[in-house]
């Protein structure tokens, strides 16, 4: 089945702590992003890969940090600089930059 | 910077009512444009896109965008709504050279039946 899947559904971090969201798609796309959804605020662009070994920022990038060492792979870690980090993450793929975007199911991360 | 609006926070029909739900956006450029809907625990789905050629857009399940240049306008359309249409619309933007799309704050419909 091809898609987009991200894991977990949710998770729970504590106080000073990184945590990883995971994002992998099976679909051969070479652009992936990632999405910050808040009540009221439509979704925010935090990092956004094209290809392979090479990223961007995005609108709200400080707080976050994101690899891509392989195509189907992109995982967002959010560190200890991110303040309020409470949100439903949104990992996405396109063929290429300028075609549509497919999205995954999301993640909801949760302060303790 | 670019930016999208949508005007309508919070929309509640009856069903059968018809729908307009607004988006405009700042770009004066060759734009991309997009509707997706997000269903309550589902995932955010693409209901239609414009990228070139007859303005008026068809998408899934009846509905219909319609780009207007001059307005700036990208707003979308369903002659006949229906309880399962509930659901959070985002309209969004790929403009000029851009490589990110540009969301607007949401709308969330709310169908009576």
């Known amino acids: 089945d091809g898609g987009i899947t991200q894991s977990p559904k949710y998770l729970f971090r504590k106080e000073g702590q990184n945590v990883t969201l995971s994002c992998e798609q099976n679909l051969n796309h070479d652009a992936m992003y990632w999405y910050r959804q808040d009540p009221g605020q439509g979704l925010r662009l935090i990092y956004y890969?094209?290809?392979?070994?090479?990223?961007q920022k995005g609108d709200i990038a400080e707080g976050y940090s994101v690899s891509r060492e392989k195509k189907e792979s992109f995982p967002l870690t959010v560190t200890s600089a991110q303040k309020n980090p409470t949100a439903f993450y949104l990992c996405a793929s396109s063929i290429e930059g300028r075609k549509t975007q497919y999205f995954g199911p999301g993640t909801r991360l949760l302060v303790l | 910077a670019q930016s999208v609006s949508q005007h309508n926070h919070h929309v509640i029909l009856s069903e059968a009512a018809s729908l307009e739900l607004g988006c405009n956006y700042s770009y004066g450029g060759t734009v991309n444009l997009f509707w997706y809907v997000q269903y309550p625990g589902q995932h955010l789905q693409l209901l239609l896109k414009y990228f070139s050629g007859d303005p008026l857009v068809k998408g899934i399940k009846g509905f219909e965008a319609e780009f207007i240049k001059s307005k700036f306008s990208f707003n979308l359309r369903k002659p006949s709504v229906q309880w399962s249409d509930t659901a959070e619309y985002f309209c969004a933007v790929l403009s000029g050279s851009a490589r990110q799309l540009t969301f607007g704050s949401g709308t969330q419909l709310t169908v009576l039946p």
């Open positions: 890969s094209q290809i392979v070994n090479d990223f």
